[in-house]
């Protein structure tokens, strides 16, 4: 029987994440945090374990709240507290000593749990297929990107970033990027061409491998068709030596194939390659019609459909349970947001000019963090995603980019433009004007 007379107090390593869905209690693992859901009941006992009330005192203020028998709340309340002392996200003392826990996130609204930080556009290559166009663009300041660094963490409270670019290895500050992030548990993957095989490179895949990060690697071909792609004759041998070290440091890589003109016998060769090399996943899909990616529209052989085909039989052929085959969305999804992978609400993506996206893929702004507040931004990300159904085989059944824009925001926004009448967009005023303002912005 437990003595309910002990005080309880979440420890200060121990944090709380809310969100209006499933709010999250972060307990210390190893260099990470694993993270447990937390309903309303639950949140009920933990806003109370703050070192200044006793067990019984918690379950009587309980059976206040609920009006429910004394008994029955008092086991609920100390099985609970038995889970969480057993996985060290609580504490028990003899004596009081207040101590809150430390609450980041909304009830109100959905605050992000991953950060795609866009370090830099600069580039050493200049790929054909980049939506971004990257090459000599602009780059993340350095007191401003450890500021966005610290209000992620701080104020935020994400689970995971990713660093990426651009080429985020040529951005003078990605080690000491890597090292806060690390020091402050957070998940980091970061996603190269693997042409900056550097020390400093090598640096950063150690420090991330050890912190539970992983490391993607952009490889569209074999030799002749990724060097043609990706325009330098380096480039495949660049990747694979950044890959092979990875590997044997033991960091989970991730490879990503984007599909213009390449054979598909030659990509299930590069599959094959990759999972004898100790490659654990393989992420391919056609390239989004933007940027650079416009130029190549008529040479490219795959559409969304193709792509599918080829996923499914690189499964049977290929897959195992070390060495998994997906496309590009499978990066961020897996319930993140119900039936939307939390693009604007769960997911940001931050520019080198503070220009904050719902996602990565999508060329159009909530806000500026030079010019708006954290609060500000993140509401109009609510308002315009949160509840927001994604393009769907009902509202795109007869429409041509309907395999193309399927479950996504960003592919939706991009070929509205070029259908007649797109009877998704039409029937959301907000995301209309949203877009419309983002295009004339861009004068695209």
Known sequence: MMDDTRYARIPAAVWVKRQPDVSLLAIPNKGGYVYAGMNDEVWEIVSRCDGSRTIRDITDELVQVYHDDPGKVSGFVQSFIDRLRNIGALDLSVESECSMPRVLGSCEMMTPEYAILELTHRCPLSCRHCFLSAGRGSSMESGELFAVAAALVDRIGIRGVQLTGGEPFVHPDILDLVEFFVKNRVAVTITTSGMIDTELTRK??????????????????LRESHNRIRGNQNSFAKAMSTISYSVAQGVPVAIAVSLLDQPEQEIKDLAIMMREIGVYRFRLGAVSMQGRALSVKSESGWDFDS????????????????????NFEEQFSGGVDGLTCGAGTKIICIDPDLDVKPCPMMQCFIGNLRAQSWKEILQEGNRLFRGTEPPNSVECSGCTFKERCSRCYAEGLVNSSRVACCSWLSERSGLTKFWSKNVNHRGQ
């Open 204 to 221: 950063c895949i150690r420090k991330i491998g050890r912190a539970n990060g992983s490391l993607q690697v952009s490889v569209d071909g």
């Open 307 to 326: 792509v599918g085909r080829l996923i499914a039989e690189l499964k049977k052929e290929v897959q195992t349970d070390h060495f998994r085959i997906g």
